[in-house]
């Protein structure tokens, strides 16, 4: 089993600041990429930023110069830093692992946390 467990999300205000973290743990053999996806209410799950295991990122557009991913490989969690919040931003944030389970030799990309709320005021 695998499991990804996010913290960090709340209420802001718009132009504050939030940290998300996300830790992976279980059977795991090695992870590749992990990121962070979102969810308006009546919008479909967007990609905001991931980040592979060498450090390359990709950011959505809408979250350029605002939002910054990082990892912590040694203790398989990603972060996600959050400046500049607007209030388009509010949605469930979900994190996001390409796992690759001890003895196998492909990734999956099934792996998904539970969802934290963000939600930023105007």
């Known amino acids: 089993q695998v499991q990804l467990v996010e913290s960090g999300g709340g209420l802001v205000q718009a132009g504050g600041s939030l940290r998300l973290s996300c830790a992976a743990s279980?059977?795991?053999?090695?992870?590749?990429?992990m990121g962070w996806y979102r969810q308006a209410p009546g919008k479909e799950r967007e990609l905001v930023a991931t980040?592979?295991?060498?450090?390359?990122?990709n950011y959505a557009d809408s979250v350029k110069g605002r939002f910054t991913v990082s990892r912590d490989n040694a203790k398989n969690t990603v972060y996600l830093q959050m400046s500049s919040l607007k209030p388009e931003d509010t949605a469930v944030y979900y994190c996001?692992?390409?796992?690759?389970?001890?003895?196998?030799?492909?990734?999956?990309?099934?792996?998904w946390g539970q969802g934290t709320q963000v939600t930023v005021s105007s």
């Open positions: 996001n692992a390409a796992v690759r389970r001890p003895l196998t030799l492909r990734f999956s990309n099934d792996y």
């Open positions: 279980g059977t795991i053999g090695s992870i590749n990429v």
């Open positions: 980040i592979t295991s060498g450090g390359i990122t």
